[in-house]
């Protein structure tokens, strides 16, 4: 089966930096978007960004010039690099991924387990 392995979230202060990754393994093909989303408690899970197959980006407005996301096709790892991180952006953060299995099968969704960001004095 696929699996989403996040690794990367931990305590930071804020103007501090963090680096998640997402490292996806299995049988896969190929993987055309993947993304980072996140939820802190009380509120639902929102958009952080999204990288396509190309490159092509987005991220919330919230985030934009500060979070960049990447990917390594190679390794089926993408990455958001969090910089002058603010204490709304504490929540869980979510790897996902839409992954053709095999030639012949359409894509699926997959999410990693999330990973706890905590941005704080």
């Known amino acids: 089966q696929v699996q989403l392995v996040e690794s990367g979230g931990g305590l930071v202060q804020p103007g501090g930096s963090l680096r998640l990754s997402c490292a996806a393994s299995?049988?896969?093909?190929?993987?055309?978007?993947m993304g980072w989303y996140r939820q802190a408690p009380g509120k639902q899970r929102e958009l952080v960004a999204t990288?396509?197959?190309?490159?092509?980006?987005n991220y919330a407005d919230s985030v934009k010039g500060r979070f960049t996301i990447s990917r390594d096709n190679a390794k089926n790892t993408v990455y958001l690099q969090m910089n002058s991180l603010k204490p709304e952006d504490t929540a869980v953060y979510y790897c996902?991924?839409?992954?053709?299995?095999?030639?012949?099968?359409?894509?699926?969704?997959?999410w990693g387990q999330g990973t706890q960001v905590t941005v704080s004095s």
């Open positions: 990288i396509r197959s190309g490159g092509s980006t």
């Open positions: 996902n991924a839409n992954i053709v299995r095999t030639i012949i099968s359409n894509e699926n969704l997959y």
């Open positions: 299995g049988m896969i093909f190929s993987i055309n978007a």
